[in-house]
């Protein structure tokens, strides 16, 4: 759109707080960004919006909102196995609020800045609250990992931890207790980035875990044609889950909650040492939770083998 003054304001603002980089011929100012792609790589995209209401809950701080959009996008990089470089953001704000805006850019470029990510342009407009943010990488020809690879007899990882975020949501909407390290997985989630990069080469297939990791793994066997067991017991849990929810609770929490953004990939048994050195060299816990089968779908058993089916799937929006 063509902003008014308040809104060349807002522009004017984050243009001066922006890093750039190298690669960057032309960044925010200009009708377009125009970006150096290196000869030897192809360019990665991806894209996520967070509208008010939906994906984050009404009085989250701008500063969390600024991280967490993109940091949603950098996960999804880094399940790609792409090393991120640039990122565009489209925001819809109710009114030009100066305030609202330097503080969403203390958790926006407090990200960006981690990754060397260059905020190169981007649109400005009034509306409901909504933030759009593309983040561009980079990897080498035919290296990206896709969900598409998983095979028969591989074994089926995932990072970190699973089930804060949405258990803070739950407490959140229980109005009752809650728990700061749990709402921090909400609000600040960590896009594994460098071990996605680490995983070319190493995984088949991988996806990250937004709408809850057994719908995000059904994604990963239906495109590859194969399924899936999964040892309960072995989801990974951080202590403040454990502390908050009883084992039930907690296992549809690990199981089917969203917002995690922890990666979820397959590789063959022969990588499991390369991956636990990737895990120590990142300082990010990876676990073996079950393997790839002949069929189709996910089974996940708990302790005595039993199937267990979660209360509901993984967030989707326009069902339910
Ligand atoms: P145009 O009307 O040509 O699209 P704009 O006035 O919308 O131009 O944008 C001017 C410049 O400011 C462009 O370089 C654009 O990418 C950048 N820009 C606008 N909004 C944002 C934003 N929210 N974040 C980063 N850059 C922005
Ligand atoms: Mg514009």
């Known amino acids: 759109m063509s902003p008014g003054t308040a809104e060349f304001d807002l522009i004017e603002r984050i243009r001066r707080r922006a890093a750039t980089r190298g690669d960057v011929v032309l960044g925010i100012g200009d009708d377009a960004a125009v970006l150096a792609v290196p000869r030897d790589r192809q360019l990665v995209v991806a894209m996520d919006t967070l509208n008010a209401g939906v994906h984050f809950p009404d009085g ?21 196995g792409a090393a991120p470089a640039w990122c565009t953001l489209s925001l819809s704000l109710p009114s030009a609020d100066a305030g609202w805006i330097d503080a969403f850019l ?38 990206a990992l896709r969900r598409a690879g998983a095979r028969v007899g591989d074994d089926v990882w995932v990072t970190g931890t699973l089930g804060d975020a949405a258990g803070a949501l739950a407490q959140w909407r229980a109005g009752g207790a809650r ?10 989630p960590m896009p594994r980035v460098a071990f996605g990069v680490g ?8 996806i990250d875990v937004s709408d809850g990791l057994l719908a995000d793994l059904g994604h990963v066997l239906a495109a590859s044609g194969v399924g899936a067991e999964v040892q309960l017991d072995a989801l990974p849990s951080s ?10 609770a907690r296992r549809a929490l690990q199981a089917a909650g969203g917002d995690d953004y922890e990666l979820c990939f397959t590789a063959p048994p022969g990588a499991r040492d390369a991956i636990d050195a990737l895990a120590s060299a990142t300082h990010v816990p990876a676990t073996r939770i079950g393997g790839i089968v002949a069929g ?9 083998g039993a199937a267990w089916a979660p209360p509901a799937r993984g967030y989707q929006h326009f069902v339910g």
């Open 60 to 80: 989250t701080a701008p500063a969390d909102l600024g991280w967490k959009s993109l940091a949603v996008n950098l996960s999804d990089l880094a399940a790609m």
């Open 106 to 143: 203390d958790g926006f470029l407090a990200l960006a800045d981690a990754h060397g990510v260059a905020l190169v342009g981007g649109d400005t407009t009034r509306g409901p609250l909504s933030v759009c943010v593309t983040a561009h990488g980079l990897v080498a020809p035919g290296a």
């Open 179 to 188: 728990d700061a390290a749990l709402r921090e997985r909400l609000d600040r």
């Open 199 to 206: 995983l070319v080469g190493l995984a088949h297939a991988c």
């Open 239 to 248: 202590t403040a889950l454990a502390r908050a929810f009883d084992a039930p």
């Open 296 to 304: 189709e779908g996910v089974r996940a058993v708990d302790g005595d």
